[in-house]
Structures are given as structure tokens and as C-alpha cells.
């Protein structure tokens, strides 16, 4: 933001940049993390928690930081002021820095010195650094003035892929250098018999079959660790590698990542590893791995930094996310699995059944319908009862809550319910339900107030029985209510069952994958007006076991609500009510939100549990507030936190097909299960909330191929956010509302993820994403942006309707709910609802032995979407805009999204450009005296753009829509109405605007390099002869045209005309380029080099007449801009 | 998803597969040839970074004529064998390979230098946009030793941040320097070509492998980082209207007639660095984490403990000093 004069303005300053983590660094309690160019300094106090004391903006200009190194200092005083080498790339920067309390100033800093070649690693020595370069050498440097003091290469030239210096004197100097031929080369720069004399090697170590990434040295042990692209880490004895001529020894050669090893460090008793596969590996020195690290995402763990003191371990991700680890050493103080010693002479049978009551009772029954009780306190079985005739057949089933209500049901073959209190098993009571088999048990309970057993009989009949106890607590009812009748299919009976609060409804889920909602107390849902706390007094005591019941309910009540089939065939495993959502699982690998709206179930989102984990068993709601999810990954027993990622606990029981049963509660989890006919038993201290901590959430794991603003909250000063990012900034909620514009993304990791970005702090934060896809995500298109209580009202607040849509030809829409929530760190919460999906293939899901043919079809990806928002007075088609596509199989096809975008279907297609179709773009035409025209551009990879009228093409009676072949296919969309060979290669980003003369500007940006500006004129011909009733169609013409051959030296991926004198482009090549335009050729203005690699996407809008523009850069990456106007 | 589905995606790779190339990038230099006659009058080639072969392929079956040609396929990798092409397996950084390929053309120098090569990506841009410009610096320094004066050179470049740079680099040794991206070359790829007709070195200058070739630095004048004045070179799209899209998805019965058939890869990789670990990883062998299960431990009767920090310390560690 310096020396606005020099430029010619507007001139772009970067306002955050969200790149992998590359360099980390613990400085006592302080943690340094580079982030691009900007180096932040977090405070980790004893909790764990990082605050953000400070980020020092672009200290390596346009190189990104790879690592710190501190001066060391004698005294040891780091607490106060520390010196820190900044480097990375080519730049190396020191900067002085005094940390107090929190508050950070930067007392210095030198200039950026730019080496010769790439920078593998720097050693502060006595004052100078020694830096070791790319190809083999080292240079003794004087970072204050910025002078070369040595300069020493080795004999062979080789070109390195990592190096690591040793020695605190240049006399003693060492360099381990990693070749490109898998050796490590040690040598010392100090031996040089003149300055520049090649040095020779001393010893070469040859091992990896793949080139070294990273090196870690252990003086106290002599011990080095070698990380490789062959996935594998060797520890080396070395002894000083100071001492030339020392014997090197492969005492260890640890293969545990399934990917390349990216990092390695060394401490006194572990080594620390991490890799591609985003795995963090804890191992001892002997190659057994201690503790494994889970949770980053994409394309694996960049860097790595521990506190010894804390024994922490601190990740930072390609996914630009940094979390920190605790380390225990040889395993998790407080969890394991035992073996609760069924097994005896005088416990006859086999067991059939387990469960638990709360997480301290383990209830088992056996094969000759016996009921034992195993409390962990008194660490012995008990017999509870004995009925033979819960032989052979039986369920088991605790009652909810934290000590399971004391209560636990059986029922068997013949229809037999037996609810047995298990204090008092003495006093249990037993109801025949059913002449046939009972399929499934399972209770609902609301509060302390209600609590109910549902059996499913034959036929889908499901018993619902109410369950309440005397005063004295000595003995138990249990009455019937109702019964309900499940939809017709083939295993016809409930699996889960859940009160809806506030307790009107009953959620169950069946066998069949369906979710449905039965009336509490149908006598009253027949008759809404009846009051509602009459019934919960009428205990009827003398219900008993009498056989009446079945035949004065004959048939049963039918759901009020279905969704049929949403978890598919092998059916929903549970259904959880929490903050108004209702949650439910199945075993197709995912896990649905829904919410009831006038008493009818939605879907809101499909998520997907952990890769693997296709047994969703259930799901948790946590003390901390985030969500768990249970479940079986191949023979495992998984506790997975979708909010980190993370695998909190892993069981190895067998898989799910065994009885099982997980308690948690805040002290401690407990999950128990049978195996070679035992109980076992797993129990965790700290139940399901792990200490681990995510210091910054990650954003996307792969690249970010679209993004997308929506709009922009403003939040009243009761939100204020607090400033972390400057704290020490003099203007503390001096600038009125916050505002807080939100973007969406969309990413190869398939994910759709809700942005906010606060104008204010510089900061991110993720809301929500949106995992619906299949393959990777690829386009976004916005449209109906308003707030959440209509035009009129003025509470704060975003609503937005979104289409994304990328791989495996798939589309979906949703709508963004965003409204202001003091509660969470962004102080917004964000409400997704899918509506919509469509699949070009989707007939072949459907297909049977689909495994024995091959699909011919193109695997089509959409490239590009445009929103074209028709006048609403169209006939016959109804409100809503069509969704253009851009495709890869070369279509352009147009969607039509109807009933708030809750109907999306195919309406036409074009394979005019016979080629990848790679942006589509639409704009309206607005002239005095004339219909507002609709009007479609397209461009595809041989550099053409075709020009589309699509208010005369959905005009009804209208020639240009051909007909389908067959009814049930899309239209054709005909010929286009113009065609422009913009440039020689694919055309990579396009956009117009109107200009005051009534045309239009078209700007495109091609892979070439290239920039294409033109006006383009929309002219409706004379109604010459009264010919009234035909419609005029207007013709296309170009009226200037200009081409920038040579704007950029990468593909141009996005281009926007800010105003008709102003545009600007950004590419691969990283500049994102002011251009003049109105004056004949678009002249060059500036240009600013940014730091996100391999940008796809870019979108700017303006903010506010004070703030300017902003500009957010997507690609490997998000950075965003900002510049006044 | 299915084997198939590549082929969907990639028509070039399938087209490969039929047409018995070693990888697609087979019809990237037959497009380059399309358009700049590369192979006109070659008699001598040089194929660095050769592995797969693909390449050396299209070398060995369109230099010369009948035979007459002779192409030297460098790789530090090792390569199946390809009838007409001999192979160095060297590095293309020391002398020795250099001297050992004027050797096998019998002292004549070359007449085309090409250079596929790539190395493996990190997915760190910068790391990775450096190593080509590395690898592209070495193939051009060899060339230096084995080009006849007005050879040409063709090498596989990342149209990164810094591509200016290695523009004017190679400006100084020849007299044309174009970039061009074959049409089968991906619209999504960063990678082009940097064809370099007409070898000229700078008066004076003597090749010298012993001594890397740097990249250069951002200059004020000719070359800046962020002004106007950069040098791009122009851009050549190579390969007619009428060759297949490599970016479009096309259905597998192509022109309707021939059924699809799958085919499988003409050539897998010989001896990849992760070979060991795949090995390993199907036999189960790749070190497990101790489960708790593994441990014994006898918790369960344990009075539950808070997860404090401090119950969490090893006492070995305690006592250390902080090693950043």
C-alpha cells in the first residue's frame, strides 16, 4: 500500500492469503507459521489455544516462506527478542522482532536478499548464515548488509532435492545434501582450500530408492533421519557428523506412510514423520509407530513443528490448515480393551446378545436365556434372571439415558416383550405382542417425562409401549399405546427410533432406508384440538400381560411422513434429534440432516462420513458441541469428528455384524462387543473429546476451481469482532458495522465450501461445506440473493440460491440461509438446504449388471455455469432461470430451474462447437422501446465464442428450439446467432459489460496469453413490412475489436470489466494486470504478482465507495485483494 | 469408477494405447513436427529424459530415412528397450554423457535436441516450477556440448511465475524462441513447449558442464517482475482444427465403426522409487500403529483422570531444552 503516487492507480494489495503451510517453527511459547509471503506468530498458552499475536506482512515479496531459523541466543532469552532468517524459494530476510506479553513489534528488519539459486536449508552462524543452495553449494552470508562472505561449492553439481547444515562455526560447518540420485553427499564448505575451489564429498550414503525430502539430525544421539519419495523414513547412525571420515550405519528403515514422506524431524525419544497420505506418524527410535496423526486433508502434511516442553506436535497442511498433537508416548493413558471373563463353567451357553447400560453396566444374555450383568465397579457377572423361553432367539436392548434408566428389555421369537429393571430384575414385567417373531427393539425417550419401547412384529407392525414407574421405584408399567405400520418391503420393520421435540412425533427409521415420522399420540393428531398433557397421568397399572391388545389394534398407524428409500437397501442404522435438525445414519456410508417443516420431513444435506467408513452406525452429539459419528470401517469400530477429521477412537472388533453397543458420557466412552464369545470392552477416559486441537481450520484439500461471491453481511456493532490480527491497531471498533463478504468455493476435493471474509480482520472462516458431489467441483453460479426476511426487512442477513455443478456430469442447487450468530468465532451461522441435483448418467445407476458392461458414454464434466434470469412473464415455462452449462463432451446445455429451484431438468442442448466447451457467460440487453433480450455467450477450446438470443429461443412457438428426436430428450438449441474467433487456443475466462452507448464489451482471456476486447452491437431490424405477429430477432454484430497477443505468458484465467475504461486479468503466470481500455487498444496499467499457484478462477465486486474492490483469487489457494477506486 | 473411464476422459491416452506409443505425449511431438517441420533434415537426435520412450518412439520412426538416422535416448531412469534407438542410462548433468553421445554419432554433433522430461511434482508449485526450469537448464547445458550450430531444441516447459525468465535465457542461445502447445496437450495443463530453432551461442562462450546454468534474475529493464516489460515469447497453437480435443470427453465407439475394445498400458513403469512400499503394503507389512488394544493396559478399574496436559508428559522429555 506504499507510494500510491509512483502508480498509476487502482493499485492491488493483498488482504489474506490461504496457501499450504510450509513453515512452522516453535519459539518457546510462540509459534511462527509462514503463510506466502507473510510470516504469523501465534501465542500457544498451556490449553492449547493459539492466539494470533501478529502477521508481518510480505517479508519475502513474491517467494513464499519454506522455514525459519532463529538466532540462537547465548543466554537463552528468546522470550523478549529474538532475531528470525526468513526464507524460502530464492529470498532469505531477517527480521528482528520483540515479543512481550502478546504484543509483537518488528524493531527490524533487512532487505530481501535474493541468492543465486533455490534455498534448502539456512544455519545461523556466529551472527551470518550459512545457507546451502540448490545445486550443492553453500554461501556464508552477512544478512545485515546483505553481502556474500563465502561461497563454496562441492565437485558435484548436482541438483538437490533437500539439504541440512550441522555445526554452530563455519570451521565446523556441515552439509548433508540429498542428490537427485538418492544420496546423501556429506561435506564440509570449510575445507576449501580457496574461496570458489570446489569441494569434494567425504562420504556418499547410499539406501533410498527414491530422492530425500527432508533430513533431521539429533546431535545429543548422533542420529540422522532421512525422509523419502520411496515412502519410507531411515534413521542413520552417524556419530558427529562434524568429524569427517565417520562410519554411517542404517540402523533403521521404517515404512509406515502410503504415500511420499514429505517432512521428518528427529526428537530425543521419538521421530516424527509426515507425508503426502496427510498422515503424521509418531515413531520410536525402533521403527514401531507410537501414534498416528489423522485429520488434514488434500494432498498431504507440509510441515512440521514440536515443543518439547508441551510434548506437542504441530502440523501445518496443504490444505493450509495447522493443528497441534499431543504427544503420549506409548499409547493413550486411560483406554484399552479388555476382556470381561464371561466365559465359566457356571455360566452355561453361548452368548447371543450385549449391551450397555449407561457406560459402567455391560448386560449379556446367552443361548439359554439367561441375562447377566457385569458392573465395572464391582468387576463381576451377576445373573439377573432365567426364562427359557428366551432361547435361542432374543434382543437386547438398554433403555437410554446415563445409567440407562436402570431398565433393559428382551423379546423373542414368539413375539414375547420382557422389560426387566435391573436393580429389581424380580419385578419385570412381560407383554405377548405378537403371535410371530419380534424383528427389532429399540426406545425413545423425551427428557425424564417419556419413555417408550417400540417392537417391531411381523407384517411391519411396530408395538409402541410406555414404560413408567411406581413412586416407590420397586416396580415398573408397561402399557401399550399404539401401533404403527411400516411402508410394504421385504424386511419390513423398524431399526431406530427418536422423539421429535418437542415431543409430538416420533422419528423411526427402517430396514429398508427409509426415515418417517409416527404421531406420538394418534388419538390426538386425529383431533388437533384435544389438549395434550391429559394422557401422561393415565397410567393404567392392571394393563399387565394380558393378550387383548393385539386384536383391539387391528392394523396400525401409518407414518405422517416418509422419505422414502434415503438411505438406500441396507437400511437407516439411527436417527438423532438436535438444535432443531434431525439427523439420521444409514449404511450407505452417509449421515442426512433433515428438519420437519409442517410436520413433513426434509432433507437439508447429505454428508459423507470418513473414506472407508461405509457402515454408518450412529452419531453423537459431543459436550464441546461438535458431532461424532460412529461407525464400522471394514473390521473396525471407528468414532470419527467430521468437524477435525479426525479417527478419535478405532476398535479393532470385527466389523458390525456382531452385537455391539457404544456408551459415551463426559468422563469416559464405552464400546462393547462380542467376540470369540467373550465380551470385550473398550472403554476411553475423556469420552469422545480428544485434546487435539485444530489451531487454524484447513480449507479445501485440493484446488480450488471456482469461487464465488454471494454477497455481503453487515453486522451491527453488538457483533463487533474482536481484531485479532491487529489488536494493537489504534481504531477499535471505529469503523461502524463490520462488513463480511461471503464467497463460495467450489474444489476438486468435491466439496462446495461457505466463506466469510470480514473486511475488517483480514480473515477467513469456513461456515459450511457442502458435500453432496461425487467428483470434483468445478463451477458455481449464484442467483436470488436477497435476505432472510424479505425485501422489507432490515435485520441482517443473506439468503442465496446456488448452483455448482463439475464432474460425472452432476449438478446440484441449494440455497444459503446466513444470518448473524454472536455464538461462533465468525459470528454468523450459515443454513445449507440441498433442493436439487440432476445427472446426465444418472439412468445408468439405475441399470442392473451394470458391472458387466462398459458405458460407452462420455464421462462429461461441466466446465463453466451461467444463471440466465428470463422475464417472468414467459408462458407456459413458470418462474425460474435456466442454468447454462458448459460441458466437456461439447455441448452448451440449457437447465431449467423451477419452483425455487427445487426442480431441475434438461431443456436444450447445442453441440455447435463440437469441441470442450470450457466458459459460459450470460448478459442482458436492455434498450429503450424494446424487450429486455436475453443473450448467451460460450466459448470452448479452439479459441471461438458463439453468441446465443435466448429470449427468442424460449419464446413459445419459436423455430429455434428444434425438437427432439424422441419426446423425453432436450431440445436443440439450433445455430447461434454470432460466432467470433476470439483466440488460437481455449478460451479460459470471459465476461461483458454494457457500455453507456447501449453495446456491449466482451473481454476473453485464452490459454494463448492472449486478451481479446470487443464491442459488440445488438440491433433489432426495422419492422418493415406488418408482419405484427412474427418476432423480430435481433442480429449480433462486432463493432471494435482489439487483441492483446501477449498480455500474460500463462493461460488467462479471469477477466472482468470493471468499467468501460477499466479491466482487469489475472493468470497462471501470477500477475493479476490492470488494463486501460476506451482508448483504441487496452493499454497496460500495472500489474501486481500474487501468490496463489495455478489460478483457475477469479471474482472481484466492489464493496463499499470507502473500502473499494476486492478481488478473490482461487486456485492452489485463495488469496484476496483489495483496491481503492 | 472404472478402467475405462481414462479413456473417456483422455482421448489421447486411449488413442496411445491403440496405436502402441509408450505414453500420450507420443502425439505432442508429432503435432510440434506439424507445425515447425522439426525433423526436416535430421540426421542425428537426441531424446533427453527419454523414459518411457515415447518419444525416442516418434524419433526413431521419423529421423532420417530408412535407418539413417541415429537417436540417443538419455535417461538416469532405466528404459525397456526400443529397436533403432540407442540408450544411455546417465545423467545428463556430468560430461561423461555428453562425450558419450558425440561418441555414438561418431563425432558429429546433433542436429535436434529434445527434452520431455518432468520431474515427479511435489504439488508445492514453487518447488516444482523451479525443478523444471532445473531440469530444462540442464537439458539445454548439455545441448550446448552435443547441438550443431543452428540445431534446434525442444523442451517441455511450466508456464509458471517465472517462465519469463528461462524466455530470455534461452534467447541467448538461439535465434527463434517460440512457446507451443500441441493440441493434444491439455487446455487444464500449465505445460507447453519452448521451441528453439537456430543455435547460436553468445561469441565466447564455452560450454561447461561443470558448472550448473542458473536461472536468471528479474532485471529493472528487459525482463521486470511486475511492469510492462516482460519477455514473452509468442505463442504458437500446433496441430490442425481437424485432431481431436484432448480436453473434450468423447464417447468409446469413436467413429461409430470399430467396437471398443479396452487396451491395456503399453508399456508400465520399470522400477518406481514406491515399488517396495506397494509390495509391502500388499502383503500387510508397512508398520501398524499399537492400538490400544495392543497394549496392555489394565485402565478399565482406573479412577477416571482428567487429560491434562502435564498427566500427558513423558518424563523424559521434561527436562529438555526446546529444539526448534
Redesign the interface.
Known amino acids: 500500500m506504499d507510494a500510491f503516487g509512483d502508480y498509476v492507480w487502482p493499485r492491488a494489495t493483498s488482504e489474506l492469503i490461504l496457501l499450504p503451510v510450509t513453515g512452522l517453527e516453535c519459539v518457546g511459547d510462540r509459534l511462527l507459521a509462514g503463510e506466502g509471503p507473510d510470516l504469523l506468530v501465534y501465542n500457544l498458552d498451556l490449553g492449547g489455544h493459539l492466539r494470533m499475536v501478529k502477521r508481518v506482512q510480505n517479508l519475502l515479496g513474491h517467494f513464499l516462506i519454506h522455514g525459519f531459523r532463529v538466532r540462537p541466543e547465548p543466554k537463552g532469552d528468546l522470550d523478549s527478542e529474538a532475531m528470525i532468517a526468513v526464507f524460502g524459494s530464492k529470498g532469505l530476510k531477517v527480521v528482528k522482532v520483540s515479543w512481550g506479553q502478546s504484543h509483537l513489534r518488528e524493531l527490524w528488519r533487512s532487505g530481501l536478499w535474493n541468492m543465486s539459486d533455490w534455498i534448502w536449508d539456512v544455519r545461523w552462524i556466529e551472527g551470518n548464515v550459512a545457507v546451502a543452495l540448490g545445486h550443492n553449494s553453500v554461501v556464508l552470508y552477512d544478512p545485515v548488509i546483505g553481502c556474500m562472505l563465502q561461497d563454496v561449492p562441492c565437485t558435484d553439481r548436482c541438483t538437490l532435492s533437500s539439504a541440512c547444515l550441522v555445526g554452530d562455526t563455519w570451521k565446523e560447518l556441515t552439509i548433508v545434501a540429498g542428490a537427485v540420485s538418492n544420496e546423501l553427499l556429506i561435506w564440509y564448505p570449510a575445507t576449501a582450500l580457496t574461496d570458489n575451489k570446489p569441494v569434494a564429498p567425504d562420504r556418499r550414503v547410499s539406501g533410498h530408492v527414491g530422492v530425500i525430502f527432508s533430513m533431521s539430525y539429533l546431535e545429543s544421539k548422533g542420529l540422522l533421519a532421512t525422509a523419502s519419495e520411496d515412502r519410507s523414513v531411515r534413521l542413520w547412525k552417524v556419530g558427529d557428523l562434524r568429524v569427517p571420515g565417520g562410519r554411517v550405519q542404517n540402523i533403521g528403515h521404517c515404512f509406515g506412510h502410503s504415500a511420499r514422506v514429505w517432512q521428518v524431524k528427529l526428537l530425543e525419544n521419538y521421530l516424527i514423520s509426515a507425508g503426502e497420505d496427510c498422515v503424521c506418524l509418531v515413531w520410536s527410535h525402533e521403527g514401531e509407530i507410537l501414534q498416528a496423526f489423522r485429520g488434514h486433508r488434500g494432498r498431504g502434511i507440509r510441515a512440521i513443528a514440536t515443543h518439547e516442553r508441551q510434548a506437542w506436535v504441530v502440523t501445518g497442511g496443504d490444505d493450509s490448515g495447522i493443528r497441534l498433537w499431543h504427544l503420549a508416548g506409548r499409547g493413550y493413558p486411560g483406554l484399552g480393551v479388555s476382556s470381561l471373563s464371561f466365559k465359566s463353567p457356571s455360566r452355561p451357553g453361548a452368548l447371543k446378545a450385549v449391551t450397555l447400560a449407561g457406560s459402567w453396566r455391560v448386560l449379556a444374555v446367552t443361548d439359554v436365556g439367561s441375562l447377566y450383568l457385569y458392573d465395572l465397579e464391582v468387576k463381576s457377572w451377576e445373573q439377573l434372571l432365567e426364562d427359557n423361553r428366551f432361547r435361542s432367539y432374543c434382543l437386547l436392548e438398554a433403555a437410554p439415558g446415563p445409567e440407562g434408566f436402570g431398565l433393559c428389555a428382551l423379546a423373542n421369537g414368539e413375539g414375547l416383550v420382557k422389560v426387566v429393571p435391573i436393580n429389581t430384575p424380580t419385578a419385570a414385567v412381560e407383554q405377548k405382542l405378537f403371535q410371530g417373531k419380534v424383528h427389532s427393539l429399540s426406545w425413545a425417550l423425551r427428557g425424564y417425562e417419556e419413555l417408550l419401547l417400540l417392537a417391531s412384529g411381523p407384517g411391519g407392525v411396530i408395538a409402541c409401549l410406555e414404560i413408567s414407574a411406581a413412586p416407590t421405584g420397586k416396580a415398573i408399567f408397561v402399557k401399550e399405546r399404539c401401533r404403527y405400520l411400516l411402508p410394504p418391503s421385504k424386511q419390513r420393520w423398524h431399526t431406530c427410533s427418536a422423539f421429535l421435540p418437542p415431543g409430538d412425533f416420533l422419528v423411526c427409521g427402517d430396514r429398508r432406508g427409509s426415515v418417517m415420522l409416527f404421531p406420538v399420540r394418534p388419538c390426538l393428531f386425529k383431533k388437533p384440538g384435544a389438549g395434550s398433557k391429559a394422557i401422561t397421568a393415565a397410567e393404567a397399572p392392571g394393563a399387565g400381560s394380558g393378550s387383548g391388545g393385539s386384536e383391539s389394534v387391528p392394523t396400525g398407524i401409518g407414518p405422517v411422513s416418509t422419505l422414502h428409500s434415503l438411505h438406500g437397501k441396507q437400511g437407516v442404522t439411527s436417527v438423532t434429534c438436535h438444535g432443531g435438525y434431525l439427523y439420521s445414519t444409514g449404511r450407505d456410508s452417509s449421515y442426512f440432516q433433515l428438519f420437519v417443516h409442517g410436520g413433513h420431513l426434509q432433507p437439508v444435506l447429505r454428508q459423507k462420513a470418513c473414506r472407508g467408513m461405509n457402515w454408518v452406525a450412529g452419531l453423537r452429539m459431543v459436550p464441546d458441541g461438535s458431532m461424532v459419528i460412529l461407525g464400522f470401517h471394514a473390521n473396525e469400530f471407528v468414532v470419527w469428528s467430521p468437524r477435525s477429521h479426525e479417527k478419535l477412537h478405532i476398535v479393532n472388533c470385527g466389523g458390525g455384524h456382531r452385537s455391539w453397543a457404544f456408551s459415551d458420557t463426559e468422563a469416559a466412552m464405552a464400546f462393547t462387543y462380542l467376540k470369540d464369545g467373550e465380551v470385550m470392552l473398550y472403554r476411553a477416559l475423556g469420552g469422545c473429546i480428544r485434546p487435539n486441537v485444530i489451531l487454524r481450520e484447513g480449507l479445501h484439500g485440493r484446488e480450488i476451481t471456482c469461487v464465488k461471491r454471494v454477497g455481503t453481511v453487515t453486522l451491527g456493532p453488538e457483533f463487533e469482532v474482536p481484531n485479532l490480527e491487529h489488536p494493537d491497531s489504534l481504531e477499535p471498533g471505529s469503523e461502524g458495522p463490520g462488513l463480511i463478504d461471503i464467497v463460495i468455493t467450489g474444489s476438486e476435493d468435491t466439496t462446495v465450501c461457505v466463506l466469510a471474509l470480514p473486511t475488517t480482520t483480514g480473515s477467513a472462516h469456513a461456515l459450511t461445506s457442502v458435500c453432496n458431489h461425487i467428483s470434483s467441483v468445478r463451477a458455481l453460479a449464484v442467483w436470488a440473493v436477497g435476505t432472510p426476511g424479505g425485501p422489507q426487512d432490515t435485520r441482517p442477513g443473506l439468503t442465496a440460491q446456488v448452483v455448482s455443478a463439475g464432474g460425472r456430469a452432476e449438478i446440484h442447487c441449494f440455497s444459503v440461509m446466513v444470518t448473524p450468530d454472536a455464538s461462533t468465532p465468525s459470528r454468523l451461522a450459515c443454513h445449507v438446504m440441498h433442493l436439487s441435483s440432476h445427472r446426465l448418467d444418472e439412468y445408468w445407476d439405475r441399470q442392473r449388471n451394470k458391472h458387466k458392461m462398459i458405458k460407452v458414454d462420455p464421462e462429461t464434466r461441466y466446465m463453466s455455469l451461467a444463471i440466465c434470469e428470463l422475464d417472468n412473464d414467459r408462458p407456459g415455462l413458470g418462474p425460474g432461470p435456466l442454468v447454462a452449462a458448459a460441458c466437456s463432451d461439447g455441448a452448451v446445455r440449457l437447465f431449467l430451474l423451477q419452483d425455487s429451484g427445487r426442480i431441475l431438468h434438461l431443456l436444450a442442448e447445442s453441440f455447435h462447437h463440437k469441441r470442450c466447451v470450457l466458459k459460459v457467460h450470460s448478459f442482458t440487453h436492455e434498450a429503450p422501446n424494446q424487450r429486455r433480450r436475453l443473450i448467451l455467450c460460450s466459448a470452448a477450446t479452439d479459441g471461438s465464442l458463439a453468441f446465443w438470443d435466448l429470449t427468442t429461443a424460449m419464446d413459445k412457438g419459436s423455430t429455434t428450439l428444434e425438437l427432439p428426436a424422441h419426446p423425453g430428450l432436450p431440445y436443440q438449441m439450433g445455430t447461434p446467432s454470432m460466432t467470433v474467433q476470439a483466440h488460437s487456443c481455449g478460451v479460459n475466462s470471459l465476461h461483458t459489460l454494457p457500455t453507456p452507448e447501449g453495446h456491449h464489451l466482451v473481454a476473453s482471456g485464452s490459454e494463448d496469453g492472449s486478451l481479446h476486447v470487443f464491442t459488440l452491437a445488438v440491433k433489432m431490424p426495422e419492422p418493415e413490412e406488418a408482419d405484427g405477429e412474427a418476432e423480430l430477432v435481433p442480429q449480433l454484430c462486432v463493432l471494435e475489436e482489439y487483441s492483446v497477443p501477449c498480455a500474460h505468458a500463462a493461460h488467462v484465467t479471469g477477466v472482468k470489466i470493471l468499467s468501460p475504461k477499466l479491466m482487469v486479468s489475472a493468470s497462471i503466470d501470477q500477475r493479476l494486470t490492470f488494463w486501460r481500455l476506451g482508448q483504441g487498444e487496452p493499454t497496460f496499467m500495472n500489474s501486481t504478482v500474487y501468490h496463489v499457484p495455478d489460478v483457475a478462477d477469479m471474482d472481484c465486486w466492489p464493496v463499499s465507495p470507502e473500502f473499494g474492490h476486492r478481488c478473490a483469487l482461487a486456485g492452489q489457494g485463495l488469496e484476496v485483494y483489495n483496491w481503492y477506486d | 469408477m472404472?478402467r475405462?473411464?481414462k479413456d473417456?476422459?483422455d482421448v489421447y491416452y486411449r488413442l496411445a494405447k491403440e496405436n502402441g506409443w509408450r505414453a500420450r505425449s507420443a502425439f505432442k511431438l508429432l503435432q510440434l513436427d506439424e507445425e515447425f517441420q522439426l525433423f526436416k533434415g535430421v540426421k542425428r537426435a537426441v531424446d533427453l529424459c527419454a523414459a518411457p520412450g515415447s518419444w525416442s518412439q516418434v524419433l526413431s520412426q521419423k529421423v532420417g530415412g530408412q535407418g539413417s538416422g541415429q537417436v540417443v535416448a538419455v535417461d538416469?531412469q532405466a528404459m525397456a528397450p526400443l529397436p533403432g534407438v540407442i540408450q544411455i542410462q546417465g545423467?545428463i548433468?556430468q560430461l561423461s554423457t555428453a562425450k558419450e553421445i558425440i561418441q555414438h554419432f561418431e563425432g558429429c554433433p546433433a542436429d535436434l535436441v529434445v527434452c520431455d522430461g518432468a520431474p515427479?511434482v511435489?504439488?508445492?508449485?514453487?518447488v516444482d516450477?523451479?525443478?523444471q526450469a532445473?531440469l530444462l537448464l540442464?537439458a539445454l547445458n548439455i545441448a550446448t556440448h552435443v547441438l550443431k550450430l543452428g540445431g534446434c531444441f525442444v523442451a517441455k516447459i511450466f508456464?509458471?511465475?517465472d517462465?519469463?525468465l528461462l524466455?530470455s535465457q534461452l534467447r541467448i542461445f538461439f535465434s527463434s524462441v517460440l512457446c507451443a502447445?500441441p493440441?493434444s496437450s491439455r487446455?487444464s495443463s500449465?505445460e507447453a513447449f519452448a521451441v528453439c530453432q537456430g543455435y547460436d551461442p553468445p561469441e565466447g562462450f564455452i560450454p561447461d558442464l561443470?558448472?550448473?546454468l542458473?536461472?536468471h534474475?528479474y532485471d529493472t529493464d528487459f525482463n521486470q517482475?511486475?511492469?510492462?516489460t516482460?519477455v514473452?515469447?509468442?505463442?504458437?497453437?500446433c496441430g490442425d482444427?481437424s485432431a481431436y480435443?484432448s480436453?473434450?470427453?468423447?464417447?468409446?465407439?469413436l467413429d461409430g465403426g470399430s467396437e471398443?475394445k479396452?487396451t491395456p498400458p503399453t508399456q508400465p513403469p520399470i522400477?518406481p522409487?514406491?515399488?517396495?512400499?506397494c509390495r509391502?503394503?500388499k502383503n500387510g507389512?508397512?508398520?501398524?500403529?499399537?492400538?490400544?488394544?495392543e497394549?496392555s493396559?489394565?485402565?478399565?478399574?482406573?479412577l477416571?483422570?482428567p487429560?491434562a496436559?502435564h498427566?500427558?508428559?513423558?518424563p523424559?522429555?521434561?527436562d529438555?531444552?526446546?529444539?526448534?
Do not use: W
Open positions: 472404472g475405462t473411464s473417456k476422459r538416469l545423467d548433468t515427479d511435489t504439488g508445492l508449485h514453487d516450477e523451479y525443478m532445473q540442464a508456464r509458471g511465475r517462465v519469463t524466455y502447445k493440441k487446455n500449465i561443470t558448472r550448473p542458473l536461472n534474475s517482475l511486475d511492469g510492462p516482460r514473452i515469447v509468442p505463442f504458437v497453437a482444427l480435443d480436453d473434450r470427453t468423447y464417447s468409446l465407439d471398443y479396452y522400477a522409487p514406491y515399488q517396495e512400499a509391502l503394503k507389512q508397512l508398520a501398524k500403529e499399537l492400538l490400544p488394544q497394549c493396559i489394565n485402565s478399565v478399574d482406573k477416571p483422570q487429560l496436559i498427566t500427558l508428559l513423558d523424559k522429555v521434561e529438555n531444552e526446546i529444539h526448534c
